[in-house]
């Protein structure tokens, strides 16, 4: 069963396309809010729905060195600032129980990670606060077993759950996607597409010279694999967004520069449209 909801101006499960995007990680105030309004100014052109997304922290990083956010605390203030300066909704990583109700009061959106989304006690504390949750799918995860965390969900009394496909490991260091997971979640659940997790190549970096180990990426596949996504029916799209990716504090390797944001978006736009007339014309 496929439950349609409203977060902010966006329709989620109602057949309508929208882009979840942002940078993986806050790194700045003055980033993050140049970041939004780029991304606000490609989308309000195209009527492509959007919600804002940004880390506080990054608990999952490869290397103890790498770089996590502000925190907590600095980085709700922030979304909060993102969120009523810029005038759209926003998403954001919780990682532990313990952060849940904060978050909840800025956030339009609680995103369970994918190496979190078994953890039963967070899921439910998302859950409770009734806020929509976003539960990405594990790499090690069979599409059919996601119906479990949303059914979690949805018995701590919240429908307002979807699922994010972020592909599955394929031996290591690699990931790959199976099309057809989008199909088998979307019967129980509205699904996203994660357009740039997808192309990561998790680890790639192995740190040498005293260098943090790093995720590489693909990022060429980005409009690739999002138009298939897209072809199959999917409801979002997910995609971290940079100005500058090669400089970008987290995730830069598979990121979308967002110079590119605008082609991308306008293709997606095209295989839906098509899609939707070749169904109209049957």
Known sequence: MTTSFQIDNVRIGSGDLFLIAGPCVIESEKHALF?????????????????FKASYDKANRTSVRSFR??????????????????????????????DVAAVAEVADVLQIPAFLCRQTDLVVAAALTGRP???????????????????????????????????????YNNLVVDMRSLAIMRKF?????????SVQLPSASHGNDGEPATSGGQPEFIPLLSRAAVAAGVDGVFMEVHDNPKEAKSDGANALDS????????ELLAVRKAIETARATT
């Open 35 to 51: 970041m939004a309004e780029v991304i606000k100014g490609v989308v309000r052109s195209l009527n492509f729905p959007f919600i």
């Open 259 to 266: 110079r590119n944001l605008r082609a991308v978006l306008k």
């Open 189 to 197: 659940a509205p699904v996203v597409f994660d357009a740039t997790h």
């Open 133 to 171: 949750v976003n539960i990405k799918k594990g790499q090690f995860v069979s599409p059919w077993d996601m119906k479990h965390a949303v059914e979690k969900c949805r018995d701590a009394g919240n429908s307002q759950v979807f699922v994010t496909e972020r592909g599955s490991s394929f031996g």
């Open 69 to 98: 956010g502000p925190g907590l605390k600095e980085g709700l203030r922030i979304l909060k600032k993102v969120k009523d300066e810029i005038h759209i909704p926003v998403l954001t990583d919780v990682h532990q129980a313990s």
